[in-house]
């Protein structure tokens, strides 16, 4: 079912959730699924800033985002997202999106760490306007290791609730360490 599927389910609630033409920023843009889905909310007023640190994915990005006509939607930046505070300002993003792990079908050793991770949260959430929100896909087997994800879980339970709701989701019936679509709504 394609319901099931961590980015279809991400994509849905940042879509219910999210105005259209506003300012998104894909902090992993890996192949440009959600990049793309991004510019698509964006429309022709709004705009998106993608970082990646592979250069192949700047690639797969630009090409999908040109097929389908809003390549001029984006900003792709070939910098980690732990420095998206240099190209954005302070309480401008609308939505902020995450993918943890590596890049689909790319390399497994070059995957997004615990330390970067928790910086590029950390900056996001100053960037996330009032009302906006952050969604964050956690990928923690095989590979990318559980370190990221209970580093990642350990801040946003320390995040303040009366200016953060974080919502934990998770597959409850599937081995093999799934992934876990969390969501931070800002107040």
């Not at 339970?157 to 200016?163: D, F, M, S």
């Given at each position: 079912m394609r319901q099931s599927q961590i980015t279809y389910w991400c994509h849905e609630i940042i879509r219910s959730q999210a105005p259209e033409g506003g300012f998104y920023i894909d902090a992993t843009m890996g192949n440009g699924n959600?990049?793309?889905m991004l510019c698509r909310l964006a429309g022709d007023t709004g705009s998106v800033l993608?970082?990646?640190?592979?250069?192949?994915?700047l690639l797969h990005t630009?090409?999908?985002l040109?097929?389908?006509?809003?390549?001029?939607r984006a900003k792709l930046i070939l910098d980690g997202h732990e420095h998206m505070d240099h190209y954005a300002r302070a309480e401008s993003a609308d939505v902020i999106c995450f993918n943890f792990g590596y890049l689909p079908g790319g390399s497994h050793e070059i995957a997004t760490t615990p330390a970067t991770s928790v910086e590029a949260i950390q900056k996001g959430l100053g960037i996330l306007k009032h009302g906006g929100m952050m969604s964050l896909?956690?990928?923690s087997g095989k590979d990318t290791g559980f370190q990221e994800k209970e580093t990642i879980l350990t801040l946003l339970?320390?995040?303040?609730?009366?200016?953060y709701t974080v919502i934990v989701?998770?597959?409850y019936n599937r081995n093999n360490?799934?992934?876990?679509p969390v969501f931070v709504f800002r107040s």
């Open positions: 959600d990049t793309l993608a970082f990646d640190i592979q250069e192949e994915a630009d090409r999908l040109t097929e389908h006509g809003v390549r001029n896909c956690i990928y339970r320390e995040l303040p609730a009366r200016e989701n998770e597959y360490h799934p992934p876990m």
